[in-house]
């Protein structure tokens, strides 16, 4: 659970009316896994900060170093790192569009230079 306020006076008051709700519902928190105050940080895969959510650089990095894919698994692993990221790429489903063409024709795996070229994009 994240609980994100625009100006730090207004947390305290966002915080109070989520931990009222909590109690109406008889929920509990682990204090362990609990920090208050934090100005940003990984949150479910993804990087919270004050403009909001971004990619983890952490993600972004493993497809860049990744190879070109040689195999069937290696392709739909791509395209999987792809989706995960796929808001914050501008026109994501277009750029890997010859990616899931690929994988359509599952039967062989081709690596073509349209494939090629988006990769490298």
Request: charged share 30%.
């Amino acid at each position: 659970m994240l609980v994100k306020s625009k100006k730090a006076e207004e947390h305290v008051k966002d915080l109070e009316e989520t931990f009222s709700v909590l109690r109406k519902y008889k929920l509990k928190l682990n204090p362990a896994k609990c920090a208050f105050g934090v100005q940003g940080g990984r949150f479910l895969g993804f990087m919270v900060t004050q403009r909001g959510i971004e990619a983890n650089p952490l993600k972004i990095k493993a497809i860049i170093d990744m190879k070109a894919p040689t195999c069937l698994n290696e392709a739909q692993r791509l395209t999987g790192r792809i989706a995960a990221l796929s808001r914050f790429i501008s026109k994501s489903a277009e750029k890997s569009l010859p990616f899931f063409k690929t994988l359509r024709k599952a039967k062989t795996f081709e690596w073509g230079i349209p494939c090629q070229l988006a990769f490298e994009e």
